[in-house]
């Protein structure tokens, strides 16, 4: 099968999708932090909000991706000694993958979130503070369920793109499914057998990551009704 | 909402342990090779390296008592990761020249190989800057091959790659009229495959030792005399107890070392 | 600090370059929104026979990465014999020709599903005001539906063009000397990726901003019915 180089496609398989959780879960933190400091009545807070989602979403991962690898080491081999590390602090592939993609990422998801709690009424707030409700609880119980159904679209969007993402960390290095696919297309001289193969895992995980977030929507947005031509 | 600001601060004392700590002192060396410059360096499809450059690699660790991990890298990554630590040593059929020795130490060298030029049977090409006008000519970046290339045939199109492999798909598509590479990656990697059949080297032997150097060597940091020293010993001495005879035999039918 | 130097010295490269970066985006955003028209009104269609084939190709496109079909175009369609001896061989065996094409069904397939989205939020009001005023199917695509679809959508495409300004950086690794490849070319002559990739960075940081602020302007003409009220 695929000369022997399927079971070698598929541990890549797993590597890209664990590549991909682990951003997410770093990214949605990151998100929310953000969204709230861009929402925050601090102007320092917006603008370093600003500045962050302004260069990430300005630069191509790539580029972000080529920096992030070797300068962020080179800053870490300056940094290290000063903190008082004695030795030498490495930022393994997978580490700096997932560091480089979530960073990315949150700032995407801080616009997302931005936008989704932009697109609450401000009366449900006003409310809810209006009944003694603290800030945390006004947040958890009002405007996160509300949020869910307005982000969930740029949310699976996001989701989407940053699994389809993970086919650049093979440029710094990372054994992921595209890395593997790469070197079993050279040494077979068969490009399109593996790239194939591995446009058929992305769908796999692209069009279950569809479904259930689909079903999450369908959940969050009984009710409300769109045009039918 | 304000208590998220503490949030980023929190996540890197949480991450910062997750970056693991090296000591300095014990042989541990981390080797940046290739993995897909056959012969010499390559990936089966059990995902294992292989070839001569893998081999002469865990020889030399042996020989030197190490325990060496290697780190597979594109080529033109190779010298930037040493620079920033991420590897100790580089052993991916790197040439040893004046340009290179600039930025990094070299170790004696370990093979020598010459260049050719590589196109299709009856190109009827005329192997020189005039002959070549015009013609895209296929090479990897940051080769030695990249640079002779952009020097001399300054009037062709030189078509840079990250992989040397993508070159062969590339000259077998016909999108080029010609590369520039080593002997025996092309003779291994390509002209004995069933792609590389109408392909044959044309035009002359490279050797210049401003583009070529004295063959290919270990790179190290600048500096790191140390490594460098106690790589060349291993080299003397697999040379000598005939471990690099055995490996080379493995793959070549002649000697590479050159003198 | 930063080698000043080579940055300057290197701009000639990076601004040939961006006139690559420009092409590619301009040629595959005119390919990707002229197809995206038609395939946009046949997703959005009630008719199963119409909306079937065109979730199939977004569904594609959508779901793998650009890399893998980028390779899949430019590396993967060399390696059939057929392929080489057919007659569109001259056009594919140019990796102009294949990144245009790669981009532009990836355009395409993001843009088809966006304008089909914005078509779907129509105030369902305003379709029966239009139906009960007799208004023919072209007439209400014409007058009512496109116009406010594609009004609805400007700011989901703003993001769309600069999805794409990002995607045409993988022309670099097919051989392309766009701004991206102009870096790898600095990194790799000079061994300074710091200088090489924050010079790029900065070329498509001025891009965007200038995309934006056009997109602004067409919002600000377009889009005035839905701004915020000061």
């Known amino acids: ?229 | 909402m304000k208590k998220m600001q503490f949030l980023i601060p929190a996540l890197l004392c949480i991450l910062l342990p997750a970056l693991t700590a090296h000591a300095q002192d014990g042989r541990k060396i981390r080797l940046g090779v290739e993995g897909a410059y056959p012969p010499f360096s390559s990936i089966g499809p059990d995902g294992k390296l292989k070839g001569f450059d893998i081999d002469i690699a865990n020889a030399l660790c042996e020989q030197m008592k190490a325990q060496c991990t290697m780190v597979q890298q594109e080529f033109d990554g190779m010298i930037p990761s040493l620079q920033a630590k991420k590897i100790d040593a580089v052993v991916a059929s790197m040439s040893i020249t004046e340009e290179r020795k600039k930025v990094v130490d070299f170790t004696d060298k370990y093979y020598r190989t010459p260049a050719r030029f590589v196109a299709k049977k009856n190109s009827g090409l005329k192997i020189d800057p005039a002959g070549l006008k015009g013609k895209r000519i296929g090479v990897q970046r940051t080769t030695i091959h990249d640079r002779f290339a952009t020097d001399v045939f300054k009037e062709s199109e030189i078509v840079r790659y990250a992989k040397q492999n993508d070159v062969f798909l590339d000259l077998a598509a016909g999108r080029l009229d010609g590369a520039i590479l080593d002997w025996i990656a092309a003779s291994e990697g390509f002209l004995k495959s069933p792609a590389g059949q109408d392909f044959s080297f044309q035009g002359p032997i490279y050797v210049d030792f401003n583009y070529f150097g004295v063959g290919a060597g270990i790179a190290v940091r600048k500096g790191d005399t140390a490594l460098k020293e106690d790589f060349n010993a291993a080299i003397k001495a697999i040379r000598a107890n005939g471990t690099y005879k055995k490996l080379q035999d493995k793959y070549f039918t002649f000697d590479v070392f050159g003198n | 600090m930063l080698n000043l130097e080579v940055m300057s010295g290197s701009l000639p490269l990076y601004a040939a370059g961006t006139l690559v970066t420009l092409k590619l985006l301009a040629g595959s955003l005119l390919a990707g929104l002229a197809l995206a028209l038609p395939l946009s009104i046949a997703r959005a269609s009630p008719r199963a026979w119409l909306s079937r084939p065109v979730w199939l190709f977004t569904y594609v496109f959508r779901g793998t990465p650009l890399l893998v079909q980028l390779f899949l175009i430019y590396y993967g369609l060399a390696q059939f014999a057929w392929m080489r001896d057919s007659i569109v061989w001259p056009w594919f065996s140019s990796a102009w020709f294949c990144c245009l094409l790669a981009f532009a069904l990836n355009t395409c397939a993001y843009t088809t599903e966006m304008l089909a989205g914005a078509i779907a939020a129509t105030n369902h009001g305003e379709l029966e005001a239009a139906r009960a005023m007799g208004m023919s199917p072209v007439t209400l695509y014409r007058r009512i539906l496109l116009p406010s679809a594609l009004r609805r959508a400007l700011p989901a495409y703003s993001n769309e063009v600069i999805m794409m300004l990002h995607g045409t950086s993988l022309a670099s690794i097919v051989t392309l000397m766009d701004i991206t490849g102009a870096a790898r070319d600095v990194n790799s002559r000079f061994y300074l990726p710091f200088e090489a990739f924050i010079t790029a960075a900065a070329f498509y940081l001025a891009l965007t901003f200038i995309l934006v602020s056009l997109f602004h302007l067409a919002e600000r003409r377009w889009l005035v019915h839905l701004a915020p009220r000061t």
Do not use: C
């Open chain 1, 1 to 229: 099968m695929l000369h022997g180089y399927l079971p070698n496609i598929l541990d890549g398989a797993t590597v890209t999708l664990t590549v991909a959780l682990a951003s997410l879960a770093i990214a949605v933190i990151l998100g929310l932090a953000g969204a709230a400091m861009k929402l925050s009545a601090s102007r320092v807070a917006r603008s370093v909000a600003t500045v962050y989602t302004t260069v990430i979403r300005g630069v191509p991962d790539l580029v972000l991706m080529l920096l992030i690898f070797y300068g962020g080491q080179l800053a870490i081999n300056e940094l290290a000694p000063r903190l008082g590390y004695a030795g030498y602090v490495d930022i393994n592939p997978f580490v700096a993958g997932v560091l480089t993609i979530s960073f990315i990422f949150g700032a995407y998801l801080t616009e997302t979130f931005r936008g989704a709690i932009m697109a609450i009424p401000a009366g449900q707030r006003e409310a809810g503070i209006a009944y003694g409700m603290s800030q945390w609880q006004v947040f958890a119980r009002i405007i996160f369920p509300q949020m869910v159904r307005f982000a969930l679209p740029g949310f699976t969007n996001n989701w989407l793109v940053l699994v389809k993402s993970t086919a650049l960390v093979s440029v710094i290095g990372l054994s992921d499914m595209m890395s593997r696919a790469g070197h079993a297309a050279g040494a077979t001289r068969e490009p399109f057998t593996f790239y194939l193969t591995v446009a058929a895992l992305y769908l796999l995980i692209t069009g279950v990551s569809n479904l259930l977030l689909g079903m999450l929507q369908k959940r969050y947005a009984l009710g409300v009704r769109t045009a039918s031509l």
